[in-house]
C-alpha cells in the first residue's frame, strides 16, 4: 500500500487574500514505511510573504524570487502522488492552496476523498486535547528539535511518524547498532545444549551429613 505525507508552506492563510504556495514536501510510504522516494521544492509565488508567514517559515522575497514557479513543476507533481493517498495535517487548509494552484493552470483538483487528515484523526482520538503537529510529537515521544522553523520536509518526517501512531500502528525501530549482538544471542541459544541434571546423595553421604548436623552444629533453643 502507497501512501503519501505531504505538506506545504505558503505567503499566508487564506487563498482568498491571493496567497501562493512557496514550498512543497512529500514523503512515500510503502506499508506504513517511509521510503527514500520524495518529492521537494521552493516555488516563486509571484508576491510577497506575509510577515506572520516569515516568521513561520523564514523564507524571504528575495529567496523565493529565484525559484521555480508551480507551473513548471506541476507535472513532476502530479506524477509523484498519481494513485496514492495522500496524509496531510489540516488538510483544508494544503488542498484549497493546491487546488488553487491548479485551478489556476486548469488542472484538475485533488478530490478530498482521496485524502486522510491527520487532525481530524487526532481530533476524534483525542478530544478537547490539543492537536497540532508539535502537541502530538509531544504526546508520543517523538524528538521534534530540528523544528525551528515550519519546513515543509522536515514536517513530512514528523508527520509520518504521527500518523502511524495515531493508526495505532507500531512504529519500526531499526538499532542496527545491536543487531549483530541480538543475533550472536539467537545464535547462542539455538546451540545451547545445558540442562540441569539433579545427583542424588548415596547413603554413606547422608550418613556423614547427619553426623555434621549432630556434632559440628549448636543446638537451636527457640
Same mark, same amino acid.
Given at each position: 500500500?502507497?501512501?503519501?505525507?505531504?505538506?506545504?508552506?505558503?505567503?499566508?492563510?487564506?487563498?482568498?487574500?491571493?496567497?501562493?504556495?512557496?514550498?512543497?514536501?512529500?514523503?512515500?510510504?510503502?506499508?506504513?514505511?517511509?521510503?527514500?522516494?520524495?518529492?521537494?521544492?521552493?516555488?516563486?509565488?509571484?508576491?510577497?510573504?506575509?510577515?506572520?508567514?516569515?516568521?513561520?517559515?523564514?523564507?524571504?522575497?528575495?529567496?523565493? @524570487?529565484?525559484?521555480?514557479?508551480?507551473?513548471?513543476? /506541476? =507535472?513532476?507533481? *502530479? #506524477?509523484?502522488?498519481?494513485?496514492?493517498? +495522500? $496524509?496531510?495535517?489540516?488538510?483544508?487548509?494544503?488542498?484549497?492552496?493546491?487546488?488553487?494552484?491548479?485551478?489556476?493552470?486548469?488542472?484538475?483538483?485533488?478530490?478530498?476523498?482521496?485524502?486522510?487528515?491527520?487532525?481530524?484523526?487526532?481530533?476524534?482520538?483525542?478530544?478537547?486535547?490539543p492537536v497540532s503537529l508539535?502537541?502530538?510529537?509531544?504526546?508520543?515521544?517523538?524528538?521534534? @528539535?530540528?523544528?525551528?522553523?515550519?519546513?515543509?520536509? /522536515? =514536517?513530512?518526517? *514528523? #508527520?509520518?511518524?504521527?500518523?502511524?501512531? +495515531? $493508526?495505532?500502528?507500531?512504529e519500526p525501530l531499526l538499532?542496527?547498532?545491536?543487531?549483530?549482538?541480538?543475533?550472536?544471542?539467537?545464535?547462542?541459544?539455538?546451540?545451547?545444549?545445558?540442562?540441569?541434571?539433579?545427583?542424588?546423595?548415596?547413603?554413606?553421604?547422608?550418613?556423614?551429613?547427619?553426623?555434621?548436623?549432630?556434632?559440628?552444629?549448636?543446638?537451636?533453643?527457640?
Amino acid at each position: 500500500m502507497k501512501e503519501v505525507i505531504l505538506d506545504t508552506e505558503t505567503t499566508g492563510l487564506s487563498v482568498k487574500e491571493g496567497h501562493r504556495i512557496v514550498e512543497i514536501g512529500c514523503i512515500a510510504l510503502e506499508n506504513l514505511i517511509p521510503t527514500s522516494e520524495k518529492f521537494h521544492c521552493y516555488l516563486n509565488p509571484g508576491r510577497k510573504v506575509s510577515q506572520k508567514a516569515l516568521e513561520v517559515h523564514g523564507y524571504t522575497d528575495e529567496f523565493l @524570487s529565484t525559484q521555480k514557479q508551480f507551473k513548471n513543476i /506541476v =507535472d513532476e507533481f *502530479l #506524477l509523484f502522488i498519481e494513485d496514492k493517498k +495522500l $496524509i496531510i495535517h489540516n488538510a483544508e487548509f494544503d488542498l484549497s492552496h493546491l487546488n488553487n494552484e491548479l485551478a489556476i493552470l486548469n488542472k484538475p483538483k485533488i478530490k478530498l476523498d482521496n485524502v486522510t487528515d491527520t487532525l481530524s484523526l487526532a481530533r476524534d482520538k483525542f478530544p478537547g486535547s490539543p492537536v497540532s503537529l508539535d502537541a502530538l510529537c509531544k504526546r508520543y515521544r517523538i524528538d521534534s @528539535s530540528k523544528r525551528a522553523k515550519h519546513t515543509a520536509l /522536515v =514536517d513530512c518526517e *514528523l #508527520l509520518s511518524k504521527v500518523y502511524i501512531n +495515531l $493508526i495505532d500502528q507500531k512504529e519500526p525501530l531499526l538499532d542496527f547498532k545491536n543487531m549483530d549482538n541480538d543475533k550472536n544471542d539467537l545464535e547462542l541459544k539455538k546451540n545451547n545444549k545445558y540442562y540441569k541434571k539433579v545427583i542424588k546423595a548415596n547413603p554413606d553421604e547422608l550418613n556423614l551429613h547427619k553426623t555434621y548436623l549432630k556434632n559440628s552444629l549448636k543446638k537451636n533453643f527457640f
